[in-house]
């Protein structure tokens, strides 16, 4: 599996299980940004996220599939930002498709 782009806290536990299920994939990162020096505010995510075909967003035991049509940017941002006014991490850029968040069911899509 190749990942495009991975934001990624080190330590953070969602990370953590993320990147065992980089491993067991056998996935190839090619760009790599630490979240903790690397912040992205909400205009600077929705400016990323437009550009995508679909943003999928997990959340606890649920995932939410975006279209990042203006009229969604809204409920995109609330769901896609951390309560430090950040993009959530880990965030994967696979193709033209953007994960956000850490649940089982959406890195088995992957």
């Known amino acids: 599996m190749k990942i495009d782009w991975a934001y990624m806290r080190n330590g953070w536990v ?3 299980k993320a990147q065992a299920v980089f491993e067991q994939k056998n996935a190839v990162i090619d760009t790599r ?3 903790r020096k690397e912040k992205i505010d909400a205009d600077q995510a929705w400016e990323f996220l437009s550009k995508a075909a679909r943003v999928h967003i997990g959340k606890g035991k649920k995932v939410v599939v975006f279209e990042p049509l203006p009229e969604n940017r809204e409920a ?3 769901a896609a930002m951390g309560r430090s006014g950040n993009l959530r991490a880990p965030a994967l ?3 033209d498709q953007i994960y ?3 649940n089982d069911d959406l ?3 992957l």
Do not use: E
């Open 107 to 109: 890195y088995g899509s």
């Open 93 to 95: 850029k696979v193709g």
């Open 14 to 16: 969602s990370c953590k």
């Open 100 to 102: 956000i968040g850490f």
């Open 33 to 35: 940004a630490d979240a």
């Open 76 to 78: 995109i941002l609330k």
